[in-house]
Each structure stands twice: as structure tokens, then as C-alpha cells.
Nanobody
Framework: VQLQASGGGLVQPGGSLRLSCAVTPRTFSPAVMGWFRQAPGKLREFVAAVGWFTGTTDYGDSVKGRFSIARNNAMKTVQLQTDSLKPEDTAVYYC???????????????????WGQGTLVTVSS
């Protein structure tokens, strides 16, 4: 299983970006897909996650009301819509997935089996 993240870039404060993560092979159906981020000198932080079969979502406190996660089962992609971006949102964003064999909180990075390579989001004027 491979995850390919894309969509990062440079954006001004208050702007938006849509990150995307493609899952291959398409025959694989993850149980949960999530996004985490890591800024320089900081610990990895949970951003958002979605239950693939249930559609249940969860968000980190710092992004609630500004970010939105959605999955597309036909395309086997998961998107993270980031709005009202702030300089403190600057980080490398990683998509992650786990199979039905894994349980636990959506926000627990240790429960995820598969990780993408990361895409850099820079929020600066």
C-alpha cells in the first residue's frame, strides 16, 4: 500500500489550500485515513481523520472549524480542505492510513500502518 500526498504550497494568511492523498492499489480499502502535520522543531500533530466506511470525522482542536476532511471511495483519495490558514499552520502535512486490523483513537499516530511522503504547506505574507 502506498500513499501519495499532494497539494501543498505557499499561501498568504487567510488563504486556502486543498491537500489530496491517493491510495494505491485502489483495491485496498483503508478503515481510517488521517492527516498529521509536523512543523520544524515541533512534535507531530494530529490534524484530521475520517472513517472510510462510516464517514465519521475527527479534528484536532487547532483546526476545528477551519479544516475539512473528505474521502472519495471511487477514486480512493482523501482530501483535506484547509481554509483561513494561519502562519502557525505552516508544516509538512502527512497523510496516513490504517486497515481494519487496527483500532484505537483516530488521533493516535501509532495506530496508523501506512504513511505518505508529506507535502509542505507554508503560510506567509
Amino acid at each position: 500500500v502506498q500513499l501519495q500526498a499532494s497539494g501543498g504550497g505557499l499561501v498568504q494568511p487567510g488563504g486556502s489550500l486543498r491537500l489530496s492523498c491517493a491510495v494505491t492499489p485502489r483495491t485496498f480499502s483503508p478503515a481510517v485515513m488521517g492527516w498529521f502535520r509536523q512543523a520544524p522543531g515541533k512534535l507531530r500533530e494530529f490534524v484530521a481523520a475520517v472513517g472510510w466506511f462510516t464517514g465519521t470525522t475527527d479534528y484536532g482542536d487547532s483546526v476545528k472549524g477551519r479544516f475539512s476532511i473528505a474521502r472519495n471511495n471511487a477514486m480512493k483519495t482523501v482530501q483535506l480542505q484547509t481554509d483561513s490558514l494561519k502562519p502557525e499552520d505552516t508544516a509538512v502535512y502527512y497523510c496516513a492510513g490504517r486497515s481494519i486490523r487496527r483500532g484505537g483513537s483516530y488521533s493516535d499516530a501509532g495506530t496508523y500502518e501506512y504513511w505518505g511522503q508529506g507535502t509542505l504547506v507554508t503560510v506567509s505574507s
